[in-house]
């Protein structure tokens, strides 16, 4: 099972909106409502941010927005703060044969 | 509060055998699939396994299937991660997680499996 498609980085200046995308196919991003997004700061736990597509966990910030389209799922970054700067990491179920699979990562720079 | 706490990580010889712990508290275990992700050095997440609630349904990534074995202890709330025939793409820190079937709200801190001859 290949990992999901993301750009390898994004850019935005402090109060821009930036959105990462995340391409799979039918048999995963487009074939359940099971996307989530995590943040990652480097030496740290990954951080929950977006589930099942566009839910976002109690605590983190409106800011983040989740959306899918075909077999594509994005996730929107509104109001860009410096403490966003992390790495950024779509999943989707896979199936019950891949399960769970994930991207390979976007590194998002606060200008 | 949550917390998951992975222990077990370590420096072995390739072909050798390695067993991870994931200690679980805060949080009712028992009703909840556990997952195992891994961060190779200078590269992305990778799921690597999951177990449901009770053990009763289990999936492997197909890099680690057949040589790496996922379990749980409901009495203790723990999970493990029993992983034999350990190769130099092994080599990875490895996380416990939690919190849904098909998403992680809850993450260990990581443990670092390193293997080496």
């Known amino acids: 099972q290949s990992a999901l498609t993301q750009p390898p980085s994004a850019s935005g200046s402090p109060g821009q909106s930036v959105t990462i995308s995340c391409t799979g196919t039918s048999s995963d991003v487009g074939g359940y409502s099971y996307v989530s997004w995590y943040q990652h700061h480097p030496g740290k736990a990954p951080k929950l941010m977006i589930y099942e597509v566009s839910k976002r966990p109690s605590g983190v910030p409106d800011r983040f927005s989740g959306s899918k389209s075909g077999n594509t799922a994005s996730l929107t970054v509104s109001g860009l703060q410096a403490e966003d700067e992390a790495d950024y990491y779509c999943s989707s179920y896979a199936g019950s044969n891949n399960h769970l699979i994930f991207g390979g990562g976007t590194k998002l720079t606060v200008l | 509060q949550v917390q998951l706490v992975e222990s077990g990580g370590g420096v072995v010889q390739p072909g050798r055998s390695l067993r991870l712990s994931c200690a679980a508290s805060g949080f009712s275990f028992s009703t909840y699939r556990m997952h195992w992700v891994r961060q190779a050095p200078a590269k992305g997440l990778e799921w690597v396994a999951s177990i449901s609630y009770d053990g009763g349904k289990i999936y492997y990534a197909d890099s680690v299937k057949g040589r790496f074995t996922v379990s749980r202890d409901n009495s203790k709330n723990t999970a493990y991660l029993q992983m034999n025939s350990l190769r130099a793409e092994d080599t990875a820190v490895y996380y416990c997680?939690?919190?849904?079937?098909?998403?992680?709200?809850?993450w260990g801190q990581g443990t670092l499996v390193t293997i080496s001859s």
């Open positions: 997680g939690s919190g849904g079937d098909y998403d992680l709200a809850f």
